[in-house]
């Protein structure tokens, strides 16, 4: 079955830096989404992107985060001044786009903020 | 906004037994997933059961869905030391969109004693 990639799968940052988080979606799929994990707690949805722009973000998706797709293939996840609370494992996933149809997630990218 | 709940929050069985987990949400849903997620790694689909669907089945896996109580369940039987994990619902919150926006619950950890 195809898979989402993303790189790092660990990545650890003093607080204040900016990180990219960066994720390949499934070639032929059309709607790419960044999710977020604290520990112990919800996965959380942060943004979804289509046809090159947002489509929805979240509450949690301010000013700090933005999306881009670079190129056909990649689609990453900027964190402008990492903050202490932004540690937590980040999930891109994307689909087709048709409605009730299952999100294919990455393995996720391990943010620590120190 | 919709919150999804599951009970209980972990699970404890002996290899064989079935493995029941529930899980309820609060507002109108064009459909529910539920998803797998072994320690740290990514989110696995498991099965997607839409409003209008009560009760689906996939190997091992039946989902019910009771859209009067907002409610689900999910059982796993003959269940196996591999099928160690947590379990999460996740409702796409019937925005009418084709965006996969979902509301993940707070999960079931799930453990299969050999």
């Known amino acids: 079955e195809p898979e989402v990639t993303q790189t790092p799968s660990h990545q650890v940052t003093q607080m204040g830096q900016e990180v990219i988080l960066r994720c390949v979606p499934i070639s032929n799929h059309l709607y790419f989404y960044w999710y977020r994990q604290i520990l112990g707690q919800k996965v959380e949805f942060l943004v979804s992107?289509?046809?090159?722009?947002?489509?929805?973000k979240s509450e949690i998706f301010d000013d700090q985060f933005s999306v881009e797709r670079p190129d056909g293939s990649n689609f990453t996840l900027k964190i402008r001044s990492t903050k202490l609370e932004d540690s937590a494992m980040y999930f891109c996933?994307?689909?087709?786009?048709?409605?009730?149809?299952?999100?294919?997630f990455g393995s996720g990218t391990q943010l620590s903020v120190l | 906004s919709q919150q999804g709940e599951e009970d209980p929050q972990a699970l404890s069985i002996q290899e064989g037994e079935n493995a029941t987990m529930n899980c309820s949400y609060k507002t109108s849903i064009n459909n529910l997933q539920w998803y797998r997620q072994n320690s740290g790694r990514g989110l696995v689909h498991l099965i997607l059961?839409?409003?209008?669907?009560r009760e689906k089945h996939s190997g091992r896996l039946r989902v019910t869905l009771d859209t009067s109580k907002k409610s689900s369940s999910l059982l796993i039987t003959a269940s196996r030391a591999a099928d160690t994990a947590s379990y999460f619902c996740a409702t796409d919150g019937n925005y009418g969109g084709a965006t996969n926006k979902l509301i993940f619950g707070t999960g079931t950890l799930l453990a299969v004693q050999p």
């Open positions: 996933a994307s689909d087709h786009g048709q409605g009730n149809e299952k999100l294919f």
């Open positions: 059961i839409r409003s209008n669907e």
């Open positions: 992107f289509y046809n090159n722009e947002i489509s929805e």
